[in-house]
């Protein structure tokens, strides 16, 4: 009879999901818990990663920490940088000037936040303030290409707060180095051909291409698209979500710097007549992509798109095409099996959302995974909850980007604003926040991916209204000395820190403080 503990976990799949939740897992459950638990991932030969998604979120500084990384090697190896945020170009009407940020900094002079909102209709000295740049200080130091830290400041902490840019067939490569030297992740290299299950359903034990038998207590789905375990076996079925998120098709390119000048410490997000292009930059090179509705443009026209975009320069340069629906699984978690990363779904990567998405469902099965294999049931309907919201959030959260859009001039933008497209959900919320700003008690779930401040950076953005009141002479004349206040300190803050580059060099030749 089949011991009910869990011992035995396997990992089906590489790339960033595979080695990251296989890390996530050896880190938290194996060395820091001191259970007795080994790490298998068995990784195809032939199935290469996907590769698009080169944004991380501030999560990523925990992750590497977690995993016991020098932040120094992985930004030496991984082609790795800064971002502090993202810069919308052309969502809200279009124009050459038209743009806004989303920074990774919570607002920090107007708290509560309800009272930032009242400066935005009222006749103050704030004509060279956008909603974000009146919030905290990192608009100003990504349009001055600064670096969020210093070469002083200790690994993994900031003056700002920051995320990464990152190569991420390099992130894979060094990640998955790291798990089986360090951290003692069996690694095979086989494809999956069966699936063997015992009388309840749940896998017993996976086939090999050489035949060999893995067997395992708990499953982890990593493959990607492909779906190896959630689809080929269980065939969890696909929630299509292209009637909200139009975008299903990708090109992405490498693009290198005609010299080594300035690295943006922030993601570009250019809108087109169909879509969006990405424009992040890393070390030696820049990874462009446009991002498209095969509705709305042509294959052949999307390229058109984003050649124009790139210039002469691009003529030459091969283009790597990525189809997908936007969505994700009824269900993630089924028996003993779960599904993470592509295989869970996909959606645009408009909020770097994708290695998120891989950070949280790794660290919640690390905290949940029970002892016994017979509790595992418990864990099933829990995950599937949170996750089903985690990703109806995702998915309301990019589509506020689209719909509160006053661009008329294609089909896609046009449709992007019917209520037909728009999630309940999110119509409700704006319906709400029109006659009052919103506010802490509308983000009372823990599970909650996008918290109010993000909400209030790209609606105000995007010139979203709000009705308000008058709040008197007494508070405007407390929000104006705020804002003068403000505009000091941020001089103060960018006369303090480098060029991204500089910092980068810097990092390169010397490292950093280990904390």
Same mark, same amino acid.
């Given at each position: 009879?089949?011991s009910?503990?869990?011992?035995n976990? !396997?990992?089906v799949?590489?790339?960033?999901?595979g080695?990251?939740t296989?890390?996530?897992?050896?880190a938290?459950?194996? /060395?820091e818990?001191?259970r007795?638990l080994?790490? +298998?991932l068995v990784?195809?030969?032939?199935v290469?990663? #996907?590769?698009?998604g080169?944004?991380?979120?501030?999560?990523m500084?925990?992750?590497?920490?977690?995993l016991?990384?020098?932040e120094a090697?992985?930004?030496?190896?991984?082609?790795?940088?800064?971002?502090?945020?993202?810069?919308?170009?052309?969502?809200?009407?279009?124009?050459e000037s038209?743009?806004y940020?989303?920074?990774?900094?919570?607002?920090?002079?107007f708290?509560?936040?309800?009272?930032?909102?009242?400066?935005?209709?009222c006749d /103050?000295?704030?004509?060279?303030l956008?909603?974000?740049t009146?919030s905290?200080y990192?608009? &100003?130091?990504c349009?001055?290409?600064l &670096?969020?830290?210093?070469?002083?400041t200790?690994?993994y902490?900031?003056? *700002?707060?920051?995320?990464?840019?990152?190569?991420?067939?390099? @992130?894979s490569?060094f990640?998955?180095?790291?798990c089986?030297?360090?951290?003692? =992740? =069996?690694h095979?290299v086989?494809?999956?051909?069966? $699936?063997?299950?015992?009388?309840d359903?749940?896998?017993?034990?996976?086939?090999?291409q050489?035949?060999?038998?893995l067997?395992?207590? @708990?499953?982890i789905?990593?493959? %990607?698209f492909s779906g190896?375990?959630?689809?080929?076996?269980?065939?969890?079925p696909? &929630?299509?979500?292209?009637e $909200?998120?139009?975008?299903?098709?990708?090109?992405? !390119?490498?693009?290198p710097?005609?010299?080594? %000048?300035?690295?943006a410490?922030?993601?570009?997000s250019t809108? +087109?007549g169909?879509g969006w292009?990405?424009?992040?930059?890393?070390?030696?090179?820049?990874?462009?992509g446009h991002?498209?509705?095969s509705?709305?443009?042509?294959?052949?026209?999307?390229e058109q798109?984003l050649r124009?975009?790139l210039?002469?320069k691009?003529?030459?340069?091969p283009?790597?095409?990525?189809?997908?629906?936007?969505?994700?699984?009824?269900?993630f978690?089924v028996k003993?099996?779960?599904?993470?990363?592509l295989?869970?779904?996909?959606?645009?990567?408009?909020?770097?959302?994708?290695?998120?998405?891989?950070e949280?469902s790794?660290?919640?099965? &690390?905290?949940?995974l029970?002892?016994r294999?017979?509790e595992?049931?418990?864990?099933?309907?829990?995950?599937?909850?949170i996750f089903q919201y985690?990703?109806?959030?995702?998915?309301?959260?990019?589509k506020l980007h689209?719909? *509160?859009?006053s661009?008329k001039?294609?089909p896609?933008?046009?449709d992007?604003?019917s209520?037909?497209?728009i999630?309940?959900?999110?119509?409700d919320?704006?319906e709400r926040?029109k006659?009052?700003?919103?506010? !802490?008690?509308d983000f009372?779930s823990?599970?909650? #991916?996008?918290? /109010?401040?993000s909400?209030?950076f790209?609606?105000?953005g995007?010139?979203?209204?709000t009705?308000?009141?008058?709040?008197g002479?007494?508070?405007l004349?407390k929000?104006?000395?705020?804002?003068?206040?403000?505009r000091?300190e +941020?001089?103060?803050v960018?006369?303090?820190?480098?060029?991204?580059?500089?910092?980068?060099?810097?990092i390169?030749?010397?490292?950093l403080?280990?904390?």
């Open positions: 009879m089949r009910d503990s869990i011992k976990i !396997v990992v799949g590489g790339g960033t999901a080695w990251i296989a890390g996530i897992l050896a938290k459950c194996a /060395l818990q001191g007795n080994t790490v +298998t990784e195809s030969p032939t290469g990663t #996907v590769g698009v080169e944004g991380t979120w501030p999560s500084r925990t992750t590497l920490k977690d016991g990384v020098c090697d992985f930004i030496r190896a991984c082609d790795a940088t800064f971002k502090q945020g993202a810069r919308f170009n052309r969502w809200v009407d279009g124009s038209d743009f940020y989303h920074p990774l900094m919570l607002p920090a002079y708290a509560p936040l309800n009272s930032l909102i009242h400066w935005l209709g /103050l000295n704030t004509e060279d956008s909603y974000s009146a905290c990192q608009e &100003a130091a349009e001055a290409g &670096a969020p830290k210093a070469i002083t200790p690994q902490q900031g003056v *700002l707060n920051y995320a990464y840019h990152l190569d991420t067939h390099k @992130f490569e990640i998955k180095k790291h089986i030297e360090t951290l003692n =992740v =069996v095979k086989s494809d999956v051909t069966g $699936v063997r299950t015992e009388e359903g749940a896998i017993s034990s996976l086939i090999l050489d035949n060999t038998e067997p395992g207590d @708990f499953y789905d990593c493959s %990607g190896v375990l959630i689809d080929k076996h269980f065939h969890i696909f &929630a299509d979500r292209s $909200v998120l139009f975008c299903d098709r990708a090109l992405a !390119v490498q693009c710097y005609d010299q080594a %000048g300035a690295i410490s922030h993601t570009v809108a +087109t169909s292009i990405w424009d992040i930059g890393l070390q030696s090179r820049r990874g462009v991002v498209y509705s509705r709305y443009c042509s294959d052949s026209d999307a798109v124009r975009h210039g002469e691009s003529r030459d340069l283009i790597k095409s990525i189809r997908y629906t936007p969505g994700h699984r009824e269900r978690w003993n099996c779960v599904a993470v990363g295989s869970a779904g996909f959606v645009e990567p408009l909020e770097a959302s994708s290695i998120l998405l891989v949280l790794a660290y919640w099965i &690390a905290e949940k029970p002892l294999r017979s595992l049931w418990r864990c099933e309907k829990q995950f599937n909850d985690r990703w109806n959030s995702i998915i309301e959260f990019l689209y719909c *509160l859009s661009r001039d294609t896609f933008w046009r992007n604003t209520a037909s497209s999630p309940a959900s999110l119509i919320k704006l926040w006659e009052k700003s919103p506010s !802490v008690l009372l823990r599970a909650d #991916v996008f918290p /109010l401040e909400y209030c790209v609606m105000y995007m010139n979203f209204k009705s308000t009141h008058d709040p002479k007494n508070r004349e929000i104006q000395a705020k804002i003068d206040q403000y000091k +941020t001089d103060k960018l006369a303090f820190l480098p060029q991204n580059r500089t910092l980068l060099n810097a390169n030749e010397h490292g403080q280990r904390i």
